[in-house]
């Protein structure tokens, strides 16, 4: 059983920065496939980046040269580094991970395990 809890949220400046983390335990860091996700009120919950087992990594159009995605086998921590933030990144931000890892990696469907999520807030 995979757990997630993510960290580093919180209230920042439209330009400013933030870092995410997760830490998850339950699987093999080097087989498991993982994803940042985020979801404001009202809307549907969408991928920000993923990055697979063997470390490839995409990201949605949104976020491309502002948000980096890495991961830390040896401490079991996936990281999301926010910069030049802006309004429309606030959300509730999610940490997604799966085992199987074949299915499309922007679909929230696609990862069995969550986190609790963490707010992020740009004003």
């Known amino acids: 059983h995979v757990q997630l809890v993510e960290s580093g949220g919180g209230s920042v400046q439209v330009g400013g920065s933030l870092r995410l983390t997760c830490a998850h335990s339950?699987?093999?860091?080097?087989?498991?496939?993982m994803g940042w996700f985020r979801q404001a009120p009202g809307t549907e919950r969408e991928v920000v980046a993923a990055?697979?087992?063997?470390?490839?990594?995409s990201y949605a159009d949104s976020v491309k040269g502002r948000f980096t995605v890495s991961k830390d086998n040896s401490k079991n921590t996936l990281y999301l580094e926010m910069n030049r933030l802006k309004p429309e990144d606030t959300a509730m931000y999610y940490c997604?991970?799966?085992?199987?890892?074949?299915?499309?990696?922007?679909?929230?469907?696609?990862?069995?395990?969550w986190g609790q999520g963490t707010q992020v807030t740009v004003s």
């Open positions: 997604a991970a799966d085992l199987w890892c074949g299915g499309d990696w922007s679909r929230p469907s696609t990862f069995a395990y």
């Open positions: 990055i697979a087992a063997d470390g490839s990594i």
């Open positions: 339950g699987a093999t860091a080097g087989s498991v496939c």
